[in-house]
């Protein structure tokens, strides 16, 4: 399978504890993408790459998140003293320079903080 | 602050039942309109884009349009396998004074689904 890939695919951590989620994009895919979603609700956005650099960050995304795309691969979603409402399935999406505004989902890490 | 509505909110349909999924929004300046599919425990799955009022794409039993305010996704004779929800997404037009937006605004979305 080429598509985007997520690990873990489910995560389940203690208030207080800090967590880190990978993602892999589609191969030659340059953009990459983080989303938030909550039982209900469609994605919201957190924040976006180009290669290697994080052009754009949502108000969502609090001090305690941060991401990184070091070598314009592969991407990490970290999430400091996490909080019980930061509980959610936490998407990525990738996108092709030659069609960058279709995005490409993965199958989500789901978070559950106790 | 752009908006997405999606209605109704869930739909419940006999197999062979036709009918159709509204998506509203209040964006000006729309660079795309999205359709994906998302079924439990899954991300989305891509579908449709559409870029301009009066496009028309189709994929087996789906049909998507657009207009200037809106956007709708039909769904012809439909079998239990199309049950999902179904999400519209706008990209916003960019943001002169951030060099750009690239992020998708999504709706609640659509429950469907289809029984036998």
């Known amino acids: 399978d080429t598509g985007v890939s997520q690990d873990p695919r489910h995560k389940i951590t203690k208030r207080g504890q800090n967590v880190t989620f990978r993602c892999d994009p589609i191969?030659?895919?340059?953009?990459l993408y983080w989303y938030r979603q909550t039982l209900g609700q469609g994605p919201e956005f957190l924040t976006y790459?180009?290669?290697?650099?994080?052009?754009?960050k949502s108000r969502l995304l609090s001090d305690r998140f941060s991401a990184e795309r070091p070598k314009g691969s592969f991407s990490t979603l970290e999430i400091q003293r996490t909080e019980q409402g930061d509980s959610a399935m936490y998407l990525c999406?990738?996108?092709?320079?030659?069609?960058?505004?279709?995005?490409?989902f993965g199958p989500g890490t789901r978070l559950t903080v106790t | 602050e752009d908006q997405v509505t999606q209605s109704p909110e869930a739909l419940r349909l006999q197999e062979g039942e036709s009918s159709s999924l509204n998506c509203s929004y209040t964006v000006s300046g729309l660079r795309g309109l999205f359709w994906y599919r998302q079924d439990p425990g899954k991300g989305p799955e891509f579908l449709f884009t559409?870029?301009?009022a009066g496009e028309e794409k189709e994929k087996e039993r789906l049909k998507a349009t657009l207009t200037k305010k809106e956007s709708f996704l039909h769904i012809t004779a439909p079998k239990p396998e199309d049950s999902a929800t179904y999400l519209c997404a706008v990209q916003p037009p960019h943001l002169l004074t951030q060099g750009g937006s690239e992020k998708l605004v999504f709706g609640k979305g659509t429950k469907l689904t289809v029984n036998p």
């Open positions: 559409l870029y301009s």
């Open positions: 191969s030659e895919h340059n953009r």
């Open positions: 999406a990738s996108s092709h320079p030659g069609d960058p505004y279709e995005q490409y």
């Open positions: 790459f180009q290669n290697e650099a994080q052009l754009e």
